[in-house]
């Protein structure tokens, strides 16, 4: 019992919930904005995790620039995603989120087996990073400290500029009502393409700091996928400060959830917590009843 009132499981936790709620983050805008179902989301973490493990492992090349990297690719990556495939879908607008789930499980698989056939099916891991940080009683590592301080601060800068920059507050519109935000002068098309962009981007920001704090595999996206719906879903659709929320909450009750019983019950506990929000909280924490389009 004494374990579970200790800081390192606290800091364990807040970096869990940290990098949950920066994934979150890009599928709450890609959602939102558009109503795509982006199943492959995970898949985008993966790849930024291997940019970083190939940058460390070629040129010993970590953080700030893997994290630069790897957001840059992801975000090239999903670019090119959205002008070749979802934009048209768009434009069409017939069974928008139907047919973007099945577009995105298509891009998943290739994207899995790519990255399986360039660098094999194995776990990979790297050690950069690893020296010990001490805070009071409390210690933790470089790497989950790095991870803890940059998904907190992306994810607050995102909150802050939804609320006060004008980018932002053209997003807020198209988030509330697309029709309504395009009559006064907001250019939809642009938003939705920079919410992708971003969501993408942040996706693979967030695989470099996971590439950090455990092995990666070309097969390990679907589990954050999964954590980044039910973050979603927590925090509300549309609400980034709710998916800032709602990450830090999974990650305490996932990260005390294995301390009570054991690591081998995490997608127990992951899928668990997630029907269980299904059920019980549909319009998540914050929610707000879906502003009709």
Same mark, same amino acid.
């Given at each position: 019992?004494?374990? @579970?009132?200790?800081?390192?499981? !606290?800091?364990?936790? %807040? +970096? ?7 994934? *979150? &983050? /890009? ?6 904005t558009m109503r ?109 400290? @790095?991870?803890?301080?940059?998904? !907190?601060?992306?994810? %607050? +800068? ?7 920059? *004008? &980018? /932002? ?60 719906f039910v973050v ?62």
């Open positions: 019992m004494s374990s @579970l009132l200790s800081g390192q499981l !606290l800091v364990a936790a %807040l +970096a869990t919930g940290g990098l949950y709620a920066l994934v *979150a &983050v /890009g599928l709450n805008l890609v959602y939102g795509l179902l982006n199943v492959a989301h995970g898949e985008f973490v993966m790849v930024g995790a291997y940019v970083a493990f190939l940058l460390f492992s070629t040129w010993q090349i970590g953080p700030p620039w893997s994290l630069l990297a790897a957001f840059a690719v992801a975000t090239a990556l999903g670019l090119a995603a959205y002008r070749g495939l979802f934009h048209r879908l768009l434009e069409r607008n017939q069974r928008v989120e139907a047919n973007s789930l099945l577009l995105f499980f298509a891009v998943s698989v290739i994207l899995q087996n790519v990255v399986a056939l360039t660098f094999s099916a194995n776990e990979r891991a790297y050690r950069h990073l690893d020296g010990i940080v001490t805070f009071g009683d409390v210690s933790v590592t470089e790497s989950r400290l @790095l991870a803890l301080v940059v998904s !907190l601060a992306v994810c %607050l +800068a995102v909150a802050l500029a939804l609320r006060y920059a *004008a &980018v /932002g507050q053209a997003i807020r519109a198209v988030l509330q009502n697309r029709d309504a935000a395009a009559l006064v002068g907001v250019n939809v098309v642009q938003v939705q393409r920079l919410c992708f962009a971003f969501g993408v981007g942040a996706a693979g920001m967030a695989g470099a700091l996971i590439s950090l704090t455990q092995g990666i595999s070309p097969f390990m996206g679907f589990p954050f996928t999964i954590a980044a979603v879903i927590l925090g509300g659709l549309g609400n980034l400060t709710g998916s800032l929320v709602g990450g830090l909450l999974l990650g305490f009750l996932e990260t005390y959830g294995i301390a009570l019983t054991a690591a081998s019950y995490r997608s127990i506990l992951l899928y668990g917590v997630f029907v269980g929000v299904l059920i019980l909280l549909p319009r998540g924490l914050f929610g707000r009843r879906a502003a009709r389009r």
